[in-house]
């Protein structure tokens, strides 16, 4: 039976063996969207140590909408500082929120690029192609995968979350591309209501597991550890904080957690 590593970015990226088969549903559009900036920054839970941070906007032009994060510092998988750069298109259609491309950019603290990662989708046709080119645009991959139609991109995941039906409490399933040019299928799992105080205030929140489709190897789940998720009781439903490994197996667990917020004009 194959195995493939799963890695997932939601600002940071887990990997998890898995098999990959469940039913899948399509993401409703958010209930509610304002154009918004977030601070967010990242805490391991070895050391106390807070090794990197970021910032999130979020912008509605019309019918499109634009995602941009930027952060910096120690980062898995990389050994030494960099800063990155995401950026990424949605298209409302059908009471959906389509993703047309994305763009990652890591430089080192020098300003020196040390990876570029491109993708764009078709979903008239169910493709993504993905590209990867190290520093000096020498393309290291470059292939197009079949995707289910429910595929949502891994880097602008916490958008999508903001469409789980809460309130009912039930399982969520959903099919997840990375950029890795991997599909996955994940479940998110309702646990309940928790108040937490993070820097940028406290919040009522619906705690979410997120769990790989481990199939046979489920086993492996004990020895692996859990991620949760935190998004607001009250629309828009926004994310507030993130446990979990911050990058392969084998990397710390962190915690990432909100410490600003603001409404933008």
Same mark, same amino acid.
């Given at each position: 039976?194959?195995?493939?590593?799963?890695?997932?970015?939601?600002?940071?990226?887990?990997?998890?063996?898995?098999?990959?088969?469940?039913?899948?549903?399509?993401?409703?559009?958010?209930?509610?969207?304002?154009?918004?900036?977030?601070?967010?920054?990242?805490?391991?839970?070895?050391?106390?140590?807070?090794?990197?941070?970021?910032?999130?906007?979020?912008?509605?032009?019309?019918?499109?909408?634009?995602?941009?994060?930027?952060?910096?510092?120690?980062?898995?998988?990389?050994?030494?500082?960099?800063?990155?750069?995401?950026?990424?298109?949605?298209?409302?259609?059908?009471?959906?929120?389509?993703?047309?491309?994305?763009?990652?950019?890591?430089?080192?603290?020098?300003?020196?690029?040390?990876?570029?990662?491109?993708?764009?989708?078709?979903? @008239?046709?169910?493709?993504?192609?993905?590209?990867?080119? @190290?520093?000096?645009?020498?393309?290291?991959?470059?292939?197009?995968?079949?995707?289910?139609?429910?595929?949502?991109?891994?880097?602008?995941?916490?958008?999508?979350?903001?469409?789980?039906?809460?309130?009912?409490?039930? @399982?969520?399933?959903?099919?997840?591309?990375?950029?890795?040019?991997?599909?996955?299928?994940?479940?998110?799992?309702?646990?309940?209501?928790?108040?937490?105080?993070?820097?940028?205030?406290?919040?009522?929140?619906?705690?979410?597991?997120?769990?790989?489709?481990?199939?046979?190897?489920?086993?492996?789940?004990?020895?692996?550890?859990?991620?949760?998720?935190?998004?607001?009781?009250?629309?828009?439903?926004?994310?507030?904080?993130?446990?979990?490994?911050?990058?392969?197996?084998?990397?710390?667990?962190?915690?990432?957690?909100?410490?600003?917020?603001?409404?933008?004009?």
């Amino acid at each position: 039976m194959p195995k493939a590593r799963l890695k997932i970015t939601l600002g940071i990226l887990f990997s998890i063996t898995i098999l990959s088969s469940a039913f899948a549903e399509i993401f409703p559009l958010p209930p509610e969207f304002h154009n918004e900036v977030s601070d967010l920054r990242a805490v391991r839970l070895d050391n106390g140590v807070s090794p990197w941070k970021v910032r999130i906007e979020n912008h509605r032009n019309g019918n499109e909408w634009i995602f941009v994060e930027e952060g910096e510092g120690m980062r898995a998988p990389f050994s030494f500082s960099i800063r990155w750069r995401v950026e990424g298109a949605f298209r409302e259609e059908k009471n959906r929120l389509l993703p047309l491309w994305s763009q990652k950019e890591i430089y080192r603290k020098s300003g020196e690029l040390v990876q570029k990662v491109s993708t764009s989708y078709d979903f @008239d046709r169910l493709l993504c192609r993905v590209i990867r080119e @190290d520093g000096i645009g020498k393309v290291e991959m470059d292939k197009t995968v079949k995707i289910p139609a429910d595929t949502i991109p891994a880097e602008s995941i916490a958008i999508y979350f903001r469409s789980i039906p809460f309130e009912s409490g039930r @399982d969520f399933t959903f099919h997840l591309f990375t950029l890795e040019g991997s599909i996955y299928t994940l479940t998110v799992k309702n646990r309940g209501i928790e108040t937490i105080e993070t820097a940028a205030g406290k919040y009522r929140t619906y705690k979410l597991e997120i769990s790989p489709d481990l199939g046979i190897l489920g086993v492996a789940a004990m020895f692996l550890p859990k991620t949760f998720v935190w998004h607001t009781l009250e629309k828009p439903y926004f994310w507030v904080k993130y446990r979990g490994l911050e990058g392969g197996l084998g990397s710390p667990e962190i915690i990432m957690e909100l410490t600003g917020r603001e409404i933008l004009k």
